[in-house]
Antibody
Framework: EVQLVESGGGLVQPGGSLRLSCAAS????????MNWVRQAPGKGLEWVSY????????YYADSVKGRFTISRDNAKSSLYLQMNSLRAEDTAVYYC?????????????WGQGTLVTVSS | QSALTQPASVSGSPGQSITISCTGT?????????VSWYQQHPGKAPKLMIY???NRPSGVSNRFSGSKSGNTASLTISGLQAEDEADYYC???????????FGGGTKLTVL
């Protein structure tokens, strides 16, 4: 069974940093592209970042470009999101999700999410 | 880049069919067959229902179907059931610098 478990969320002050992790199990992590998607409280979904299976291709949403860094460790079956210069508008539940092997761009296997709150 | 446009709410009675639209542009929905749909129940993580316009993942009911015409994609749910009541989001790949877009979400109410 595909399982993705996010962690690392919490309360951080504006301008601060946080590193999120996503632990994968139940599938061959190294063969799948991965994404981070977030959802502000009571709001809709927002795509944040994408990383290919070999880390050769990386994309960011304009809203986080230059502040967030996505990375992965295939040996540890883990996905990361380093978030710097955090703003109040970054407050959200952050989900990791993989791209299905037979899809060009979609998201499956969502974890339960980890809540990031940016507030003083 | 603006989000994809979805109706805020739709409703239907059990057994009926409903359709949710998702309107984008020639840079996203109209340019790629990479439209997907997600179901989200309150307090739960989203679930992939349709990928690449019209494909259903294993385990998703065949009551759910997707299509696309020009810059507008659609999700149709036939034989509405009470458990279909949820928020639904569309998503598309885009050639813009942002790459990934979601719609604002549609709340489905089963009357």
């Amino acid at each position: 069974e595909v399982q993705l478990v996010e962690s690392g969320g919490g309360l951080v002050q504006p301008g601060g940093s946080l590193r999120l992790s996503c632990a994968a199990s139940g599938f061959t992590f190294s063969t799948y592209s991965m994404n981070w998607v977030r959802q502000a409280p009571g709001k809709g979904l927002e795509w944040v970042s994408y990383i290919s299976s070999s880390s050769s291709i990386i994309y960011y949403a304009d809203s986080v470009k230059g502040r967030f860094t996505i990375s992965r460790d295939n040996a540890k079956s883990s996905l990361y999101l380093q978030m710097n210069s955090l703003r109040a508008e970054d407050t959200a539940v952050y989900y990791c999700a993989r791209v299905p092997y037979n899809s060009g761009w979609s998201f499956e296997g969502w974890g339960q999410g980890t809540l990031v709150t940016v507030s003083s | 880049q603006s989000a994809l446009t979805q109706p805020a709410s739709v409703s239907g009675s059990p057994g009926q069919s409903i359709t949710i639209s998702c309107t984008g542009t020639s840079s996203d929905v109209g340019a790629y067959n990479y439209v997907s749909w997600y179901q989200q129940h309150p307090g739960k993580a989203p679930k992939l229902m349709i990928y690449d316009v019209s494909n259903r993942p294993s385990g998703v009911s065949n009551r759910f179907s997707g299509s696309k015409s020009g810059n507008t994609a659609s999700l149709t749910i036939s034989g509405l059931q009470a458990e279909d009541e949820a928020d639904y989001y569309c998503s598309s790949y885009t050639s813009s610098s942002t790459r990934g877009l979601f719609g604002g979400g549609t709340k489905l109410t089963v009357l």
